[in-house]
């Protein structure tokens, strides 16, 4: 199973509710409250009605930002961000994603009323999953549907140790997570545990920290 099926099998069948982000006509930031009704492992799948200001924007701007987040508390969430382009597929998959997704038909009863929808895949893009509810944090990223030379290929973020580490320590002193290993010189920072919160390359008298 790759990373991203992983991901987004979680994403569809446990948490599914997601808030999207799209951009209107100004250039201005709207959220909605969309359901991810399947994955095949390298995509996703929605639903929106076509009348709505919604299915506007997607073919004015046909790219996402969408986040969903899962957990009792703030401690035992887990959350999945994805970015990516996406396209219209039209009415053909509705009867597919409404057997997998039958509360769909209490919102949409009748043949009639489901002809409003249409479906969208998110086709390419890159995501980044958060588990707060493990010790030490854990994060990962991954890229989907993407062929390396795409503007949706994942941007590798967080902080990385260089050549002027003396050894010191202070990063260590400060990181909330315990993810600088000391084995060597310069350290090294575990991307999956880490925060990105920024305290190791503010400590650091040599700057010796880089964020990427």
Request: glycine residues 8%; aromatic residues 8%.
């Amino acid at each position: 199973m790759s990373e991203s099926e992983k991901y987004f099998r979680y994403l569809v069948d446990e948490i599914h509710t997601t808030i999207m982000a799209t951009i209107d006509e100004t250039g201005l930031p709207v959220t909605a409250a969309i359901d991810m009704m399947d994955t095949d492992g390298e995509s996703l799948y929605f639903l929106t009605a076509k009348g709505k200001s919604l299915y506007d924007r997607l073919l004015s701007k046909p790219f996402v930002s969408l986040t969903a987040l899962k957990g009792e508390d703030t401690m035992s969430s887990k959350a999945l961000t994805v970015r990516g382009s996406v396209r219209e597929l039209g009415h053909e998959l509705i009867p597919e994603l409404f057997e997998k997704n039958p509360y769909m038909k209490n919102i949409y009863p009748t043949e009639e009323s489901m002809r409003a929808l249409t479906a969208f895949q998110i086709y390419k893009g890159s995501g980044e999953w958060f588990d707060l509810s493990k010790r030490p944090i854990e994060r990962a990223s991954f890229d989907f549907g993407t062929d390396g030379d795409d503007e949706t290929e994942l941007r590798k973020e967080g902080y990385v140790i260089n050549d002027k580490c003396i050894g010191c320590g202070s990063c260590v002193a400060v990181c909330p997570q315990n993810c600088i290993s000391t084995d060597s010189i310069p350290f090294d920072i575990h991307a999956s545990h880490c925060l990105y919160c920024g305290n190791c390359m503010n400590a650091c008298p040599a700057g010796a920290v880089d964020r990427r």
